[in-house]
């Protein structure tokens, strides 16, 4: 089953592009080439940019206390197992006092290291970071990856307290929403959410073999999904009845 997820609000569609990213750069820097490790560099810069807003770690500390507080509140709960629960708060803990100790905003400490100041600043540049442009991030990238894997771990330190809270959170909110098959008529599906409750993500898993793609829309108040399928290098609405597999997580 192909999966789909679409954030219904602006802070999940941060968390989710962060998720993305922080994926990416944990599969390029395990790798050992200089290649590897230069697009593991631009990923760390599209982590910072990201993360630059003002109130993420704030929200994001934010949101780890809500949750801290919801779980406590299910002490005592005989349905609730104490050692699972006092797991889960020390994990939120963890993630909350890492935050607290970061300081700036996340990849702040980049700032100060010269190469990668002048790689982040011509990136953007179609072949702006040759040798003869940056010599000195092209001597980085001629040491053994002996030399340059533990540099680039350590850089990443720098934002690692934000994608372990946002791999919690992300995992916390997932497990709280119940897979359901609907049917779309003739390619077309909408939903009511309820108001009272504050469904921040959807998630939509279709079969491959039906060869269609979900064209997403939403906020809290409704969902609508119209499906597609590729014609001729375009997407075309199909006027099929289709079922898939939604998911609301609030």
Not at 183 to 197: C, E, I, M, V
Request: hydrophobic share 45%; with cysteine.
């Amino acid at each position: 089953m192909l999966l789909y997820e679409f954030p219904l609000n602006e802070t999940l569609r941060t968390l989710l592009r962060l998720e993305h990213l922080f994926g990416r750069l944990g599969q390029l820097a395990a790798r050992d080439t200089p290649l590897d490790h230069h697009f593991a560099l631009t990923t760390l810069f599209e982590v910072v940019e990201v993360g630059a807003r003002s109130d993420l770690k704030s929200d994001l500390m934010k949101e780890l206390e809500r949750h801290k507080a919801q779980f406590n509140s299910y002490r005592g709960n005989p349905a609730v197992s104490e050692a699972a629960l006092d797991d889960l708060i020390q994990r939120l803990d963890r993630a909350f006092q890492a935050l607290h100790q970061m300081q700036g905003k996340p990849g702040a400490v980049l700032a100060s290291n010269e190469m990668l100041n002048g790689l982040r600043s011509r990136i953007a540049i179609p072949g702006g970071t040759c040798e003869f442009d940056l010599p000195a991030y092209h001597a980085w990238q001629q040491q053994p990856c002996a030399v340059r894997q533990p540099q680039l771990m350590s850089w990443m330190d720098s934002v690692a307290p934000v994608a372990q809270a946002v791999d919690l959170l992300l995992s916390l909110l997932r497990k709280n929403g119940v897979p359901q098959m609907v049917a779309a008529q003739a390619g077309q599906y909408q939903q009511s959410l309820n108001a009272a409750r504050a469904h921040q993500l959807l998630r939509l898993r279709i079969a491959p073999e039906l060869g269609l793609i979900p064209e997403i829309s939403g906020h809290r108040l409704m969902v609508s999904i119209r499906l597609l399928r590729e014609s001729e290098g375009r997407l075309k609405p199909c006027r099929d009845d289709a079922s898939f597999e939604l998911c609301l997580c609030a």
